[in-house]
């Protein structure tokens, strides 16, 4: 909660509550068992969807909601394409991004592509701690990206 209150604070989208709730629920859940609740992310996507509504009416900002869909969807886009291609990407990654763009979209696409970056490193850092440790990382037990998609939600969303 407080992750999802702090980002309220700094953007003033009310958006920023569910997106951030879900992805400290989500985050934690990958972390300890590399799943997620898609019911739990489900039940806040229109949440967060009506949120942005409401955000971009509040504020007269409709183009700034067109950026939003059309970077958000070109990002997914592009992520759907590497789980398509390489065994590098889970769906549960593609779902997890897509439902972590529409705040850092509304934010600036460099929120977006600040967010990806640090999500990639924190995840690549949680690997090599992984290895370390000598625990085993396999195609069923890969690397956890809520973590790191969560951390690269915070720094988007306070940087962005």
Not at 12 to 36: E, I, Q, W, Y
Not at 131 to 141: E, P
């Amino acid at each position: 909660m407080p992750i999802a209150l702090v980002a309220l604070w700094r953007t003033g989208m009310t958006a920023a509550v569910p997106a951030g709730l879900g992805l400290t629920t989500a985050a934690r859940s990958d972390l300890a068992t590399h799943r997620f609740s898609l019911r739990e992310l489900r039940a806040l996507a229109p949440i967060v969807a009506l949120c942005m509504v409401l955000d971009a009416a509040r504020s007269s900002e409709w183009r700034r909601l067109g950026v939003t869909l059309a970077v958000g969807g070109l990002t997914v886009l592009a992520v759907l394409l590497l789980w398509l291609t390489t065994r590098v990407v889970a769906f549960g990654d593609v779902v997890l991004v897509a439902f972590a763009l529409p705040v850092t979209a509304s934010v600036s696409p460099r929120a977006v592509g600040t967010m990806l970056v640090v999500a990639i490193i924190a995840a690549g850092g949680t690997g090599v701690v992984r290895r370390v440790h000598r625990t085993t990382i396999s195609a069923t037990n890969g690397v956890a990206l809520g973590p790191g998609l969560l951390a690269g939600w915070v720094v988007g969303v306070m940087v962005g």
